[in-house]
Nanobody, 124 residues
Framework: VQLQASGGGSVQAGGSLRLSCVGSGDMMRNYIMGWFRQAPGKDREFIATISRGGGSTNYVDFVKGRFTISRDNAKNTVYLQMNTLEPEDTAVYYC??????????????????WGQGTQVTVSS
């Protein structure tokens, strides 16, 4: 599967954005999907993951209650709804696909396919 992320932009603190990740070349329902981000000067970090059917999700603690991962397998798309954004959320956001694992992982190594990233900038 090939992944194309979009939806990034510049917002003020407290604002919202919805990122989308569209898959092509295969059915995304075959993949566990994840979102990661990389801030300037920092390592890429896990944000959220969602199971193939969408019934199970997992989040890093600092986005719980603010971010929501979801998917529409009919549209081959995964979303990341981001609310109450903070300047610390500024980063390039990546979607990633895991074809082989049984459950979602926070580890980047489990995800073999990555999108190109979309920039999110939050100003104070």
């Amino acid at each position: 599967v090939q992944l194309q992320a979009s939806g990034g932009g510049s917002v003020q603190a407290g604002g919202s954005l919805r990122l989308s990740c569209v898959g092509s070349g295969d059915m995304m329902r075959n993949y566990i999907m994840g979102w990661f981000r990389q801030a300037p000067g920092k390592d890429r970090e896990f944000i959220a993951t969602i199971s193939r059917g969408g019934g199970s999700t997992n989040y890093v603690d600092f986005v719980k209650g603010r971010f929501t991962i979801s998917r529409d397998n009919a549209k081959n798309t995964v979303y990341l709804q981001m609310n109450t954004l903070e300047p610390e959320d500024t980063a390039v956001y990546y979607c990633a696909a895991d074809r082989f694992s049984r459950t979602g992982s926070t580890s980047q190594e489990q995800y073999r396919t990555w999108g190109q990233g979309t920039q999110v900038t939050v100003s104070s």
